[in-house]
């Protein structure tokens, strides 16, 4: 793998999938997981195969349609879990198995009552035993953010020499900052012996809100794997977001890091997963919220109207969006009002605009809104007919 790309492993059908009341059947599982290949992602987290039937079910068939991506089923350091995930993944032409265990103290003491000594040998128990259905294995130490980096490198070397190919370094509880998440990664790749022979990966999350700078943290600091999901969705306060890392890697070329997603995608990608899910996506969503390329301010709106890159760092285009919304308010100037009326078929005169623009006023006042139906309502009022002439 080239040494400035990073792969996209996405876990919206797993991770993504555990927000409550956004539960997909197979066939809507299929038709998201198709548009994952189409989208370009390198990993597809399909499922908890032994979670239950229906998630064997749904791996099972996913693993028979992709075509590009490699297909992923989570387990628990548990034999059974990989034995039922090396069956639901044996249509993948690239299966992997994602296996592992908690290494913070918190974890090993509350959760398995035990000691480092005993986790370590049981992540590398499971590791060795996914080796035996998979050549691709990828081992996640949950709860790694809050883990010490010494008893962490310590398990990440072991699991390597195991066989592991990816490392997960799961930000469990968006706990990290960027900084404290960065340094972590940069440690890892600095004591690790062997780490060459792995992907380190961020698997962030944003309870804190945190989870996007988390993952390109990681990245800069040597991770070239960002699990992530569509719409940031996930348990709690969600998941990195997919198409947030992904424009700004774009965004940032002196990072030099980049990935194989075809961004133009995105916009329609991120509406069939809401679609799908039940889960709307809020207007000011950063990359695909309905607001992320809206101008209601008239200072916003007169800069963007003479350069979209007053305001606008993307180009809609670049993420499936058709142009940028120009939407009017009473907070709108009459550079707005003049573009918004000449694309409806009214070219104005400076002294029609200034006569329009008061009654514009008016309307506005009244309404959170000005649309085009009123805007035909405003010229009737104001006695000025389609394709006049400035």
């Given at each position: ?10 876990t919206?059908l ?28 390198d990993?597809i ?50 299966p ?16 398995f ?19 035996t259905?998979?050549e ?33 370094i ?11 998440y960065?340094a972590?990664?940069k ?8 780490i ?50 992904v ?5 940032h ?5 980049d990935?194989?997603?075809n ?26 919220g309905s ?33 940028s ?13 003049a573009?918004?009326?000449k694309?409806?078929g ?16 008016n309307?506005?006042?009244?309404k ?21 002439v400035?």
């Open positions: 793998m080239s040494d400035n790309k990073v792969q996209i492993f996405d919206t797993r991770d993504g999938e555990q927000v409550p009341g956004c539960k997909l059947d197979t066939e809507q599982k299929l038709v998201i997981a198709r548009r994952l290949d189409d989208l370009g992602v990993v987290e399909a499922g908890f195969p032994i979670s239950s039937p229906g998630d064997f079910k749904s791996v099972e068939e996913i693993s028979k349609i992709v075509k590009n991506a490699t297909v992923c089923g989570l387990t628990r350091s548990v034999k059974k879990d990989i034995e039922v995930a090396a069956e639901a993944l044996k249509y993948a032409i690239r992997r198995i994602h296996t592992g265990i908690g290494t913070s103290d918190s974890h090993i003491k509350f959760k009552k035990s000691t480092r000594e005993d986790i370590l040998e049981r992540a590398v128990q499971a590791v060795a035993y996914a080796k259905f998979v691709d294995v990828e081992f996640y130490a949950e709860d790694a953010g809050r883990t010490d980096n010494e008893y962490l490198a310590r398990v990440c070397e072991a699991v390597i020499k195991a066989g592991a190919t990816v490392l997960n799961p930000d469990t509880t968006g706990y990290c900052l960027p900084e404290e960065g972590k990664m440690y890892l790749k600095e004591n690790v012996k062997g060459d022979k792995a992907i380190l990966s961020c698997h962030c999350h944003n309870d804190l809100g945190l989870a996007t700078a988390n993952s390109i943290a990681g990245v800069i600091n040597g991770a070239r794997q960002i699990e992530c999901t569509i719409n940031g969705i996930g348990e709690r306060a969600g998941n990195t977001s997919l198409e947030e890392v424009m700004i890697l774009r965004q070329p002196h990072l030099n890091l990935t194989n997603i961004s133009k995608l995105l916009f329609d990608t991120s509406k069939m997963v809401s679609d799908k899910m039940g889960m709307p996506v809020q207007p000011n969503k950063a990359i695909v607001n992320a390329f809206a101008h209601s301010s008239g200072i916003h709106q007169d800069g963007v109207i003479k350069n979209r890159e007053t305001y606008e760092i993307i180009d809609p285009a670049e993420v499936g969006v058709t142009e919304a120009i939407v009017l308010t009473a907070r709108s100037g009459r550079a707005a009002l573009y918004r009326a694309n409806v009214y070219e104005l005169t400076k002294k029609q605009l200034d006569v329009v623009y008061e009654e514009f006023l309307f506005a006042d009244r959170k809104e000005i649309v085009d139906e009123d805007i035909h309502e405003i010229m009737k009022i104001t006695k000025i007919e389609a394709g006049a400035a």
